[in-house]
């Protein structure tokens, strides 16, 4: 018997997310690696945001804030909720 755990196989679901090219390796690089890539996506992220604003002007600004209303408002209910 050996005393190393046996690495368990992930469920399916979190294979093909992982799978995604460019969505799936920043998700595993967050779970499975360093703590200090928490910092990189997120200054990765809104990066994107300014840059998209500079090519599309307003637009680019307004719509990525109008898709992350749910995300911030499933937040706030979990916040409330605890």
């Known amino acids: 018997m050996s005393l190393a755990a046996t690495p368990t196989r992930l469920p399916l679901w979190q294979r093909l997310f992982f799978a995604l090219p460019i969505i799936g390796w920043i998700a595993k690089d967050l779970l499975f690696g360093d703590k200090n890539n928490v910092w990189f996506a997120l200054i990765g992220f809104v ?12 637009p680019g600004l307004y719509l990525p804030a109008l898709a992350l209303v749910p995300i ?5 209910l979990f916040i409330t909720w605890a």
């Open 47 to 58: 990066s994107l945001w300014l840059s998209s604003a500079l090519v599309f002007g307003l």
């Open 72 to 76: 911030i408002f499933v937040t706030l």
